[in-house]
């Protein structure tokens, strides 16, 4: 029997021109720059929580751990679940709290969890027990972050407590900073000591720690020295800056572009308006494009008369509202837009680029939650090499065949 011919309406399959394009080749050197930072002491443990910022987890985590990457750390039990699916093999950290009921699930799926209090813990050496087996957590101290974790003052003694479980051994201990990323390095500094202290602490117990690790993106970046075992690189992986007082350097490539083409070109004339409530009204003859995306896709409707777009490596402003799924934008003066011309969102054409940063700072936010924000619809196309090699749509991800790769 010959072979069923491909499903043309394959999920996953995506033609859709708005994409967000992702380059692993920039993701594979970003891991190289942070192990080079780490030393020879230290290893990166790249966090691809949220879907990888945005980016696509499966497919940053494997160019991660092919560029060096010893642990990869998610927020969820499913996100890591997701990846061992996929087939990655390397060890995950569940950085978040998680239900003792997720336990069992995270347990046979060989996921290290976070645990922040006893009862975790004990949930977590059941399900080990259980199967007769070991199970490895790692304990967050919380130095001042008050977020998740054990307080640095009863750290020691809970460990103590946590060793002796049954089915649980300690795997590591880390900590997590509230100002890395801010220029006044007081109660940063007020936090790694409190972090060496209890390190220290229960170490003088006589209980063996494997693994310690305190530094993110910031922390890495602005020193003053890495310490631990490891660095869990987040923002930075992503070629994206941790704020204004830690920037990137100029070395790591941002790994992300969102695109699309024009899907329609207009003249207004002067007096005519675009999109809902009439906010945009034409004083002069202009031509404009429609470009089909929309707050549905993570483009903030917040954006709308505010935010350029580039086409014909131009600066091109937002006309109006963005509504959920397109927008129009101003075609720059003596430019020949035509149907079917790319459009950047976020990313360079030629010398002009336009950055997460910058669409945060119009949307009073920072450039985590801008790229975090791009919704499943839009399909991630990843690049290696100049070609495109995977797609991601809607969440499924499809391979490409060596003739549908050119990009
Ligand atoms: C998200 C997260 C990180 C990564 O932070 P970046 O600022 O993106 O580098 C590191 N550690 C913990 C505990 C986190 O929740």
Redesign the pocket.
């Known amino acids: 029997m010959a072979a069923a011919p491909p499903v043309p309406w394959q999920l996953g399959g995506s033609r859709r021109a708005s994409r967000v394009e992702i380059d692993l080749d920039a993701v594979a050197h970003n891991v190289r720059y942070f192990q080079a930072l780490a030393g020879e002491c230290a290893g990166v443990?790249a966090?691809v929580?949220a879907n990888a910022?945005g980016h696509g987890a499966v497919m940053v985590a494997r160019a991660a751990v092919g560029a060096g990457a010893r642990w990869l750390?998610v927020?969820t039990v499913d996100e890591g679940i997701q990846l061992r699916a996929a087939g990655l093999a390397a060890p995950i950290l569940v950085?978040?709290p998680s239900d003792p009921a997720e336990a069992p699930a995270a347990f046979d799926a060989e996921l290290t969890l976070?645990v922040g209090d006893l009862d975790t813990a004990a949930a977590v050496a059941r399900s080990a027990a259980v199967r007769g087996r070991v199970a490895t957590v790692h304990v967050?101290v919380d130095t001042g972050m008050r977020r998740?974790g054990v307080p640095a003052e009863v750290a020691p003694a809970l460990v103590e407590r946590l060793v002796a479980l049954p089915g649980l051994q300690l795997g590591g201990l880390?900590t997590?900073f509230a100002t890395?990323?801010e220029a006044d390095r007081a109660f940063y500094n007020e936090q790694r000591a409190r972090f060496a202290a209890v390190v220290g602490a229960v170490r003088a117990r006589g209980i063996v720690v494997p693994l310690v690790h305190l530094e993110?993106?910031?922390a890495?970046l602005s020193g003053p020295r890495i310490e631990g075992d490891l660095i869990?690189?987040?923002?930075?992986?992503y070629g994206l800056s941790?704020s204004a007082d830690v920037p990137a350097p100029a070395v790591l490539r941002p790994v992300l572009a969102l695109r699309s083409r024009v899907a329609r070109v207009m003249s207004l004339t002067p007096g005519e308006s675009v999109s809902y409530g009439r906010a945009f009204i034409a004083d002069r003859p202009l031509g404009a494009a429609l470009v089909p995306v929309g707050y549905g896709d993570g483009y903030r409707r917040v954006f709308s008369g505010r935010a350029t777009m580039l086409l014909g490596g131009q600066r091109a402003p937002v006309l109006g509202r963005v509504c959920m799924d397109q927008t129009v934008i101003a075609v720059p003066d003596g430019l020949d837009a035509r149907l079917g011309d790319e459009v950047t969102l976020i990313g360079c054409q030629g010398a002009a680029c336009v950055s997460a940063d910058e669409l945060a700072t119009l949307a009073g936010t920072i450039n985590?939650e801008i790229v975090t924000g791009l919704s499943a619809r839009l399909p991630r196309h990843y690049v290696r090499g100049g070609r495109v090699v995977a797609l991601d749509g809607l969440g499924r991800l499809t391979p490409l065949l060596p003739e549908e790769c050119t990009y």
């Open positions: 443990m966090v929580k910022y750390a927020a950085l978040a976070a967050e998740f880390y997590h890395a990323d993110n993106s910031a890495a869990r690189v987040g923002i930075a992986l941790p985590y």
